[in-house]
């Protein structure tokens, strides 16, 4: 059965970190439908002046961040010491686990183009020993077929295998199209699945999906992506539904609010932090 479209969220325009102006798609009111995606922001900018102040450093508990720039580039520095950047085309991927606290700066650059994933952890993971890896270019394999390629970012396409992480599957594609277009995917029904038009125009189903466009499917072993306009770039995520209970105040996601007034109580007692920092190579 080919998926269809189950729900769409546009995004829209705000400012988040120390003054970055971005694109926020997901958050916590789309948990349930787009689970275990629970953020997506989206950058795209030709004026420096709207994100080069950057992330400040800020704690995470609970999820895993995962960074993506097409165009630009992006650094990491964490408490423990780790200052690592990445540029055109490459992956941040860090599992804050039992808590971390990072921040990024975004220098100036011809064009800021990409998305910042938040993935949930399931409940038995949500204190695992945090890590840091980035994926470089060289790392992602690029996929041609009929009428454009894959860059396969994270997981698997078909034969070809990509990074992956250590808790939730996910396979994670960017998928470049061409004018007059069309791919299909095939995944199982139980999978959750959604895609980001990160750049143009496309449509599931016959149904029309604009640019910067957050689309859950429905259940299905299939899936067809058309491109009728111009060249499109379409990401692709495909993972496990966890279907448990989320508590979310600001960078900190747990599954209760005792939880969270503790990992908030950890953070004025300075004991957030509970192990060491793995760098992963």
Known sequence: MERKVKKMVKGFRTVDGAGVSLVRVLGNETTEEFDPILMLDSFDSVNPEEYIAGFPLHPHRGIETISYLYKGKMVHRDTIGNN????????????????????????????LLGVQLWLNLPKDEKMSKPT??????DEIKEIEYESGKIRLLAGTYKEHEGFKGDHLPL??????MNKG?????????????????????VSVGGQKIGEKTAVKLTEGDSLTITNEGEFAQVLYM???????????????????????????????RGTFIKEELEIKK
């Open 84 to 111: 690592e950047a990445i540029g055109d085309g490459e992956v941040q991927w860090m599992n804050a686990g039992s808590g971390i606290e990072h921040e990024e700066r975004v220098p100036a650059a011809e064009r």
């Open 132 to 137: 840091y890896r980035s994926v470089r270019r």
């Open 171 to 176: 396979d994670y594609y960017d998928i470049h």
């Open 181 to 201: 277009s069309s791919i299909t995917l095939e995944m199982n029904p139980e999978d959750s699945v959604m895609i980001f038009t990160l750049l143009g125009e």
């Open 238 to 268: 495909k993972s496990k539904k966890l279907g448990e209970p989320i508590a979310w105040a600001g960078p900190i996601v747990m599954n209760t609010r005792e939880e969270l007034m503790q990992a908030f109580s950890d953070l004025r």
